[in-house]
């Protein structure tokens, strides 16, 4: 089944899907399988006719793979609920760029990081809905260097540990400290591309557990507050995986 496309002149992508017969009782899921390129007649006719396809990307050894397989139905779940019922060109972009940074992920047998990438593609989501954290510089005194920083939740922005220690006000607003290297970090992942991150991975063996942790605290207080709700698949992520 063919869900979705992006057009490009006379040419279209398309992401391919397949139903996957459930095993157990709880109905069947649908599973990205290949990213096509087709070529359509059109003619007269508002019916278009298929004139040429090709599978440019088999993404079938994602599924094959526990790991990529559960961060699949997560990015899923998240465009679904980000999208709000109308899937815009920038949610499909997301999809298929996250679904090739994956597909390097395996390829570069880079077990073990795959919280980076789940973490740029929470990024790059809330970009997609004009809800992206400001971290570039203290939104008070304008600094970008500091070593210690702390993003303030109400305001979802950053401030530098010299202007939240001189203003009384910001201790009293729920915020979390985040040091330099983490917040470097969120800088890269936020203007990197997904497919350069896996492909200069090496430059991340410093991300730790409590890097992650940070981030993903912000990430996903961002997004849930935008969802209105948690988002179920991460739940299970983190029963199988951590
Ligand atoms: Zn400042």
């Not at 809905?129 to 702390?150: D, H, L, M, V």
Request: aromatic share 8%.
């Amino acid at each position: 089944m063919i869900a979705t496309f992006i057009t490009e002149h006379c040419s279209i992508s398309a992401l391919c899907y397949g139903v996957k017969k459930s095993a157990k009782n709880i109905g069947s899921d649908l599973n990205i399988t290949a990213k096509l390129s087709i070529i359509v007649d059109g003619g007269k006719s508002e019916l278009y006719r298929l004139h040429e396809s090709l599978i440019i990307k088999d993404y079938s050894i994602l599924h094959n793979n526990l790991e990529t397989s559960l961060i699949i139905s997560y990015v899923k779940e998240v465009i679904l609920y980000i999208s709000q019922g109308s899937m815009s060109d920038e949610c499909l972009i997301l999809m298929e760029k996250t679904l090739d940074a994956m597909l390097l992920y395996v390829e570069k047998n880079c077990s073990g990081l795959i919280n980076i990438l789940m973490r740029a593609f929470e990024i790059k989501a809330l970009s997609i809905c004009g809800i992206a954290p400001a971290f570039k510089r203290c939104s008070i005194c304008q600094t970008t260097e500091s070593q210690n920083w702390y993003y303030i939740f109400d305001i979802a922005t950053v401030i530098c540990k010299n202007c939240y220690q001189n203003d009384r006000k910001y201790k009293t607003l729920y915020s979390q400290n985040i040091t330099k290297e983490t917040l470097d970090i969120i800088r890269q992942l936020k203007h990197s591309p997904l497919i350069k991150i896996v492909e200069n991975i090496e430059n991340y063996k410093h991300y730790s557990k409590d890097i992650d942790k940070d981030i993903r605290y912000i990430t996903m207080s961002r997004l849930t507050d935008y969802i209105g709700h948690s988002i179920k698949s991460l739940a299970v992520i983190d029963s199988i995986l951590l």
